[in-house]
């Protein structure tokens, strides 16, 4: 059942897609028909015909309902077009951008689970303590602090004072730690609250009391009876963290120029290139559900008293 | 009770930077008259002087008042955004608790299906589609925002509609007006002010996010993410003017958040 909602959901995130890339491409300033023939056939070969051709086969003279039924045809058959811009199939364009984006939302999240959580639970497992409060304090600061301030900052310290790290560029492991961390330091300071929270609640359970009591050391009471309880409440925000990462993601990359799937869609929307904001969109959608689901499933497992 | 001072605090906090940056915002042009648009190049990155009392940035344009409009800019249009999007979730809301059935199915649907893509997607997209960007702004940040609001005021209003008071209530013969007065909207305020402050800061970053990598406002209109990356190049020589833009919108932030404080 909870897997029908999902796949329900994901079909609903593709309606939407859909339609308000629609809306978009109807709303473009200028005739569409004439932009798009100049995206396929080159600025240089657009003339009357190719333009009609277009908008022949775009429906974009008749009445926006076979037209909008007409995109949703094609989406469904996996067909995202062509890129305005670069002329190659949209489809190609986005495996090719959502591997750079997965590598460094992979690093940004292993990064910020080796910050965030070990933090949290120390504070925890002390509240009111020098770490907790100095937790409160930095995981403030860092949530006022933009993710795209936080890439700026990093870059002014880490590039270009220190020279520690190149400031822009792709493609090899020294090029990963600087936008992975801007990202990561923003993580960790919501999942160290997160997870001091959860520490504090299991800490006062009678559970852990009955541990200590009957003898098992501090260490032992965390590994065995902590972790687990902790984790359940920190798999859940990690779910919702991805969307905050997502658009992070979206202005990091611009900043350092690391060939993703939030640089590349900055650049569509910016250049009106519809088929492609239409296919990473999708794409982006799409991967909020995969990535609940995939929790969702996760959490069923770690705490199986949820499961209806 | 120490509980309580304890978190309380930060809030007052809040209130206190908040109103420090509104207020700045709205009384600094009346103190030192100026203009955020004038350029001047003879003083080009100069430091304060009496015209321009934070300095001047590469165009020679002063400071003080670029901050002073940024920083009504983008606070109201993210004023704007949570007010349409909390009313806009609050009605929702709240019908789709009251009708049940497939309204409250479809409603629900179209919320969580919002809510799976990126909110700064859809504020591009909702951009590129609505001409003038302070208006495109609004109606973007909206149609994030209003999600929260909806799901919220569905949850409340649910168990509220179903309390026994209510049952009394129409049972003598009030109308849903009076119902959602005395019954929903007290139990909703308290949290509609924490979600609106959220929205606040949500709305404050994405435009700042987006002027920043050259997708939101267009210069020369004042706007911090927009300064902050006009000033970058120049950050050694006049590093004061590009920490004006940084701290603004620091200290815009973490009101908010303070404001907000440990309710998530």
């Given at each position: 059942m909870p897997l029908l909602s999902r796949l329900f959901q994901a079909l609903m995130v593709a309606l939407i897609v859909g339609i308000a890339t629609f809306a978009m491409m109807r709303a473009l300033p200028g005739d569409a028909a004439w932009r798009i023939a100049a995206g396929r056939y080159g600025y240089d070969n657009v003339n009357a015909a190719a333009a009609d051709a277009v908008r022949e086969e775009l429906g974009l003279n008749g009445s926006a309902l076979p037209a909008l039924a007409r995109w949703m045809g094609d989406l469904a058959r996996l067909d995202f077009g062509v890129s305005l811009v670069s002329g190659s199939p949209v489809m190609e364009e986005i495996i090719h951008q959502l591997g750079a984006s997965l590598q460094l939302a992979i690093a940004a999240v292993l990064l910020s689970i080796f910050i965030g959580p070990p933090i949290g639970i120390l504070a925890g497992l002390r509240p009111g303590g020098i770490t907790d409060r100095a937790l409160l304090t930095v995981s403030t600061a860092f949530k006022a602090t933009p993710q795209f301030l936080m890439a700026l900052?990093?870059?002014?310290?880490?590039?270009?004072?220190?020279?520690?790290?190149p400031a822009a560029g792709y493609g090899e492991a020294r090029?990963?730690?600087?936008?992975?961390?801007?990202?990561?330091?923003?993580?960790?300071?919501?999942?160290?609250?997160?997870?001091?929270?959860?520490?504090?609640?299991?800490a006062r359970s009678s559970y852990w009391h009955f541990a200590e009591w009957k003898g098992l050391s501090r260490s032992q009471v965390l590994w065995r009876h902590g972790l687990r309880n902790v984790s359940v409440p920190l798999l859940t925000y990690l779910g919702l963290q991805f969307v905050t990462l997502v658009e992070g993601v979206v202005v990091v990359e611009s900043i350092v120029g690391w060939p993703g799937i939030g640089h590349a869609l900055v650049h569509a929307v910016f250049s009106r290139d519809v088929p492609m904001v239409q296919g990473t969109a999708l794409v982006l959608g799409l991967g909020f559900v995969l990535v609940n689901t995939i929790i969702d499933l996760a959490l069923r497992r770690i705490d199986p008293r949820g499961a209806a | 009770m120490i509980l309580k001072s304890r978190f309380a605090a930060p809030g007052y906090v809040g209130a206190v930077l908040l109103a420090a940056v509104v207020g700045f915002a709205l009384i600094a042009p009346s103190i030192v008259p100026g203009d955020p648009l004038s350029q001047s190049l003879v003083k080009s990155l100069a430091g304060p002087d009496a015209a321009g009392p934070f300095g001047y940035d590469h165009l020679g344009r002063s400071l003080y008042h670029r901050l002073?409009?940024?920083?009504?800019?983008?606070?109201?249009?993210?004023?704007?955004?949570?007010?349409?999007?909390?009313?806009?979730?609050?009605?929702?809301?709240?019908?789709?608790?009251?009708?049940?059935?497939?309204?409250?199915?479809?409603?629900?649907?179209?919320?969580?299906?919002l809510l799976a893509l990126p909110g700064l997607l859809m504020i591009l997209i909702v951009l590129a589609i609505v001409p003038g960007t302070a208006l495109g702004f609004w109606a973007g940040l909206s149609l994030v925002l209003w999600v929260e609001f909806f799901r919220l005021t569905r949850a409340t209003a649910r168990s509220v509609l179903a309390s026994p008071a209510v049952q009394a209530t129409r049972l003598l013969g009030f109308g849903p007006g009076y119902v959602f007065r005395h019954h929903l909207w007290?139990?909703?305020?308290?949290?509609?002010?924490?979600?609106?402050a959220f929205g606040m800061a949500t709305a404050i970053m994405a435009i700042a996010a987006l002027g920043f990598v050259n997708v939101g406002m267009r210069a020369p209109i004042p706007e911090l993410g927009l300064m902050m990356v006009e000033l970058l190049p120049y950050w050694r020589e006049a590093p004061m003017a590009l920490l004006t833009p940084v701290l603004a919108i620091f200290t815009l932030l973490l009101s908010l958040i303070l404001i907000v404080g440990n309710r998530s």
């Open positions: 900052v990093l870059i002014v310290i880490l590039a270009v004072e220190l020279g520690w790290l090029h990963f730690l600087l936008p992975a961390l801007a990202l990561a330091l923003g993580l960790a300071a919501v999942s160290a609250r997160v997870a001091r929270d959860a520490t504090e609640q299991v | 002073a409009h940024a920083l009504r800019l983008s606070p109201l249009i993210a004023v704007a955004a949570v007010l349409t999007a909390g009313a806009a979730g609050l009605a929702l809301g709240a019908v789709a608790a009251a009708r049940g059935g497939w309204i409250d199915r479809v409603l629900a649907l179209v919320a969580d299906s007290p139990e909703i305020a308290p949290v509609m002010l924490t979600v609106g």
